[in-house]
Nanobody, 124 residues
């Protein structure tokens, strides 16, 4: 059974940084793309970032481009999201997901496994 566990969320002031981690168990992720999504209260879950199997290709939503960085450590079966210059509008539950393919995609419906999410709250 594949399990994804996100960690690293919390409360931070605007302008601050957080680093989210997503540890995957039950399946090696070395041949899979990974993605991060977020969902704010009352809103749909939105794409944030994705990375291909090797880490050589990344995609970002325009809203986070230049501030967030997705990376992965296949040896640790873990994907990361470094978030800098955080804004109050970044407040949301952040989810990581596994896509059973090598190329990253932007649509949540293409992803096969999901974590439970970690809360990120940015105060003004």
């Amino acid at each position: 059974q594949v399990q994804l566990v996100e960690s690293g969320g919390g409360l931070v002031q605007a302008g601050g940084s957080l680093r989210l981690s997503c540890a995957v168990s039950g399946r090696t992720i070395s041949s899979y793309a990974m993605g991060w999504f977020r969902q704010a209260p009352g809103k749909e879950r939105d794409f944030i970032a994705a990375i291909n199997w090797s880490g050589g290709i990344t995609y970002y939503a325009d809203s986070v481009k230049g501030r967030f960085t997705i990376s992965r450590d296949n040896a640790k079966n873990t994907v990361y999201l470094q978030m800098n210059s955080l804004k109050p509008e970044d407040t949301a539950v952040y989810f990581c997901a596994v896509l059973k393919g090598i190329d990253p995609r932007l649509q949540q419906y293409d992803y096969h496994y999901w974590g439970q999410g970690t809360q990120v709250t940015v105060s003004s």
